[in-house]
């Protein structure tokens, strides 16, 4: 797994985990800071989150063709700056007025930019490493260890900003109730109905008694705002690791860094790897087919910071007992995730001291997780942002049993195509919206309960297993085909074919407002009948034209 690859994995890798990081710290929390500062509706706060997603994963494209031209190393060093202000702003606590929408906005953009300049050629630096005869067979593993770093930050930042949002909330004699924003919201706005003002006013006595339903309004969604102010800085903290390592470590990529696209071009000139304009045009053309149909995936599976945590605080139980609970600890999840990878060495170490001190390592991480999980109270409440954690542990946990997988069916020469895999991936995807379809029959429609919480939940279980089967699509789908890009994308369109994969990430990411946009207006199931059925449809394009994807990119 590990066995082979080049330091310079290791190393933008880790570069890249400390950004993502903060920047899934910030995803978790951004819709429930926008909801609760400026009282935007689901609609809203949807339509915000998915141009935000959309920019971010657009910006991408500008930032290869950019980097196409000056150098990958160049742009990744100023979209590391770039972030960092965008974040430091977004971090400074701010009146919920028009300066304080402002404010939000352009840090939001700051963002975009950084992010399109340093996502995207970061991979493509990877991508560089093997282009080298001696890597060019671990191009698939690699990008699915690059794939595990970035969810190694993404696994710890919902913690951290619940963390950060209880111990804020506790330092004023407040916790964290789901209904408190959109009540306190109405009640501001003189448009709170007799059954939701005696709501606020028993939360107001139960966390305030004395206090008026005024000062307990402006003070809630004040101190909400600021903890989650200090969630956004801890996206600050995480991208200066970011910078000392990849400025630590930059010796060992240093050729990828300086490479341009033209140089890449060269490179294989009078090479028997030189694309003929024919060559070209066809892999082109097969690219932005690939490209085409993942839009749809993006567009179900980023619904994780819209509507899916939507359905975690409305409809969910905000209690959790028994051995399910393990899941809401990060140490235990941690622990977890660190024994897959000791349990494969046991299994591959080449000696027998090697297996002996994995297989024992192993058996102290699950003594050690039992241990946690012994001493949890027998009852936990979970806030819902907690339930994005569960996709990056399943992949961080779950790559090495991917790899060893795919890995042992390349042996035997039945490993699916990038393309196959990718149809599979939509597949996958639609039987995770299938589970949350079938969870949400008979639930009142979030435009009954105007802006409250159901007075039927259901267990996290649902949650937690639609994560699952997303990941599992995720697997499929998204390290493969950022793979095939660096693999069959021209050499001098590098980082424009990289951008461009971004870029239909991006239009996923817009769409993914639609289901927002129907939250308030149709039954509940049927906002994720819809996901399932475009995923579906997907799939099944995809797979109608597996074979001229194929024979394009052999060539």
């Given at each position: 797994?590990?066995?082979?690859?080049?330091?310079?994995?290791?190393?933008?890798?880790?570069?890249?985990?400390?950004e993502?990081?903060?920047?899934?710290?910030?995803?978790?929390?951004?819709?429930?800071?926008?909801?609760?500062?400026?009282?935007?509706?689901?609609?809203?706060?949807?339509?915000?989150?998915?141009?935000?997603?959309?920019?971010?994963?657009?910006?991408?494209?500008?930032?290869?063709?950019?980097a196409?031209?000056?150098?990958?190393?160049?742009?990744?060093?100023?979209?590391?700056?770039?972030?960092?202000?965008?974040?430091?702003c977004?971090?400074?606590?701010?009146?919920?007025?028009?300066?304080?929408?402002?404010?939000?906005?352009?840090?939001?953009?700051?963002?975009?930019?950084?992010?399109?300049?340093?996502?995207?050629?970061?991979?493509?630096?990877?991508?560089?490493?093997?282009?080298?005869?001696?890597?060019?067979?671990?191009?698939?593993?690699?990008?699915?260890?690059?794939?595990?770093?970035?969810?190694?930050?993404?696994?710890?930042?919902?913690?951290?900003?619940?963390?950060?949002?209880?111990?804020?909330?506790?330092?004023?004699?407040?916790?964290?109730?789901?209904?408190?924003?959109?009540?306190?919201?109405?009640?501001?706005?003189?448009?709170?109905?007799?059954?939701?003002?005696?709501?606020?006013?028993?939360?107001?006595?139960?966390?305030?008694?004395?206090?008026?339903?005024?000062?307990?309004?402006?003070?809630?969604?004040?101190?909400?705002?600021?903890?989650?102010?200090?969630?956004?800085?801890?996206?600050?903290?995480?991208?200066?690791?970011?910078?000392?390592?990849?400025?630590?470590?930059?010796?060992?990529?240093?050729?990828?860094?300086?490479?341009?696209?033209?140089?890449?071009?060269?490179?294989?000139?009078?090479?028997?790897?030189?694309?003929?304009?024919?060559q070209?045009k066809?892999?082109?053309?097969?690219?932005?087919?690939?490209?085409?149909?993942?839009?749809?995936?993006?567009?179900?599976?980023?619904?994780?910071?819209?509507?899916?945590?939507?359905?975690?605080?409305?409809?969910?139980?905000?209690?959790?007992?028994?051995?399910?609970?393990?899941?809401?600890?990060?140490?235990?999840?941690?622990?977890?995730?660190?024994?897959?990878?000791?349990?494969?060495?046991?299994?591959?170490?080449?000696?027998?001291?090697?297996?002996?001190?994995?297989?024992?390592?192993?058996?102290?991480?699950?003594?050690?997780?039992?241990?946690?999980?012994?001493?949890?109270?027998?009852?936990?409440?979970?806030?819902?942002?907690?339930?994005?954690?569960?996709?990056?542990?399943?992949?961080?946990?779950?790559?090495?049993?991917?790899?060893?997988?795919?890995?042992?069916l390349?042996?035997?020469?039945?490993?699916?195509?990038?393309?196959?895999?990718?149809?599979?991936?939509?597949?996958?995807?639609?039987?995770?919206?299938?589970?949350?379809?079938?969870?949400?029959?008979?639930?009142?429609?979030?435009?009954e309960?105007?802006?409250?919480?159901?007075?039927?939940?259901?267990?996290?279980?649902?949650?937690?297993?639609?994560?699952l089967?997303?990941?599992f699509?995720?697997?499929?789908?998204?390290p493969?085909?950022?793979?095939?890009?660096?693999?069959?994308?021209?050499?001098?369109?590098k980082?424009?074919?990289?951008?461009?994969?971004?870029?239909?990430?991006?239009a996923?990411?817009?769409?993914?407002?639609?289901?927002?946009?129907?939250?308030?207006?149709?039954?509940?199931?049927?906002?994720?009948?819809?996901?399932?059925?475009?995923?579906?449809?997907?799939?099944?394009?995809?797979?109608?034209?597996?074979?001229?994807?194929?024979?394009?990119?052999?060539?």
């Amino acid at each position: 797994m590990f066995k082979g690859q080049p330091k310079g994995l290791y190393a933008l890798a880790l570069a890249n985990t400390g950004e993502r990081f903060g920047y899934y710290t910030m995803l978790a929390i951004f819709i429930l800071f926008i909801q609760a500062k400026f009282g935007f509706s689901a609609a809203v706060a949807g339509q915000v989150y998915a141009i935000f997603l959309a920019a971010v994963y657009f910006m991408p494209l500008f930032g290869g063709i950019l980097a196409d031209k000056i150098g990958f190393g160049k742009c990744v060093t100023a979209g590391i700056a770039v972030m960092f202000i965008g974040y430091l702003c977004l971090a400074i606590p701010t009146p919920a007025d028009f300066t304080g929408k402002a404010m939000m906005f352009g840090s939001l953009a700051l963002i975009s930019i950084g992010t399109g300049l340093f996502k995207g050629n970061l991979q493509v630096m990877v991508g560089n490493l093997y282009d080298d005869p001696k890597y060019s067979d671990k191009r698939d593993s690699a990008f699915s260890l690059f794939y595990m770093a970035i969810n190694i930050g993404a696994m710890f930042a919902p913690t951290a900003a619940t963390a950060i949002t209880n111990w804020f909330l506790g330092k004023a004699g407040l916790v964290y109730d789901p209904n408190v924003p959109a009540l306190a919201h109405q009640f501001l706005d003189n448009n709170i109905s007799p059954e939701n003002l005696d709501r606020l006013t028993g939360i107001a006595a139960s966390m305030q008694p004395g206090t008026g339903l005024a000062d307990f309004s402006s003070s809630y969604l004040e101190r909400l705002s600021s903890a989650y102010n200090l969630g956004f800085g801890v996206a600050c903290i995480s991208l200066i690791l970011s910078m000392a390592i990849y400025f630590g470590c930059k010796s060992w990529f240093s050729t990828s860094a300086g490479q341009t696209g033209k140089e890449a071009e060269k490179a294989t000139a009078g090479t028997a790897s030189e694309l003929s304009p024919k060559q070209t045009k066809s892999r082109i053309t097969a690219l932005f087919f690939v490209f085409a149909v993942v839009i749809f995936f993006w567009m179900a599976f980023h619904q994780n910071g819209s509507t899916l945590t939507y359905f975690a605080r409305d409809y969910t139980q905000s209690h959790i007992s028994g051995w399910p609970r393990l899941g809401f600890n990060i140490g235990i999840l941690a622990l977890i995730a660190i024994s897959v990878y000791t349990l494969f060495a046991t299994f591959q170490s080449e000696t027998r001291k090697g297996k002996t001190i994995s297989g024992i390592i192993t058996l102290v991480l699950w003594a050690g997780a039992f241990l946690i999980y012994k001493n949890m109270a027998s009852e936990i409440h979970i806030l819902p942002q907690e339930f994005q954690q569960f996709n990056p542990f399943f992949v961080v946990a779950l790559t090495p049993v991917s790899m060893a997988i795919f890995s042992a069916l390349a042996k035997k020469r039945k490993e699916p195509s990038a393309p196959k895999k990718i149809g599979m991936g939509m597949f996958v995807a639609a039987c995770g919206f299938l589970i949350m379809t079938l969870s949400s029959v008979g639930l009142m429609s979030p435009k009954e309960l105007d802006g409250t919480v159901s007075p039927t939940l259901v267990a996290p279980y649902y949650l937690m297993s639609t994560y699952l089967v997303l990941t599992f699509a995720e697997l499929l789908l998204s390290p493969m085909g950022i793979s095939f890009v660096s693999k069959v994308a021209p050499p001098k369109y590098k980082g424009m074919m990289m951008g461009f994969w971004f870029a239909a990430t991006a239009a996923g990411n817009y769409l993914s407002s639609i289901p927002s946009i129907l939250w308030n207006k149709v039954p509940l199931w049927t906002v994720w009948a819809l996901l399932m059925t475009l995923c579906v449809i997907a799939a099944i394009v995809m797979f109608s034209m597996i074979r001229k994807l194929e024979a394009a990119t052999s060539n």
